[in-house]
């Protein structure tokens, strides 16, 4: 079946790095555009940043840009988001998604999130 599994989160700094991984499983990523979005407590989903099939195209929001790089290892069949310059306000669940630029599409497929906190 399609499972989407991400790890990587938990506390940070602020100032800090996190590395989020995606493991896919079910279907091959380099199918697929894939990306990351987030929910903080109390709001919305919020897009985070997505990359093209052709992985030389990457996308960010602005509240991360500069800060967060979005890659894929289409051997391991693994999606990443590596963030760096940590925020108290990047603290949120981080989900991975297969197809998602901010509305549902047909292809669109989510994991079941990791969490990241940055505290002091």
């Known amino acids: 079946q399609v499972q989407l599994v991400e790890s990587g989160g938990g506390l940070a700094q602020p100032g800090g790095s996190l590395r989020l991984s995606c493991a896919a499983s079910g279907f091959s990523i380099s199918a697929y555009r894939m990306g990351w979005a987030r929910r903080a407590p109390g709001k919305g989903l919020e897009w985070v940043s997505g990359?093209?099939?052709?992985?030389?195209?990457?996308y960010y929001s602005d509240s991360v840009k500069g800060r967060f790089t979005i890659s894929r290892d289409n051997a391991k069949n693994t999606l990443y988001l590596q963030m760096n310059a940590l925020k108290f306000e990047d603290t949120a669940k981080y989900y991975c998604v297969r197809d998602y630029w901010g509305e549902i599409a047909s292809d669109t497929y989510w994991g079941q999130g990791t969490q990241v906190t940055v505290f002091s």
């Open positions: 990359i093209e099939i052709d992985d030389n195209n990457t």
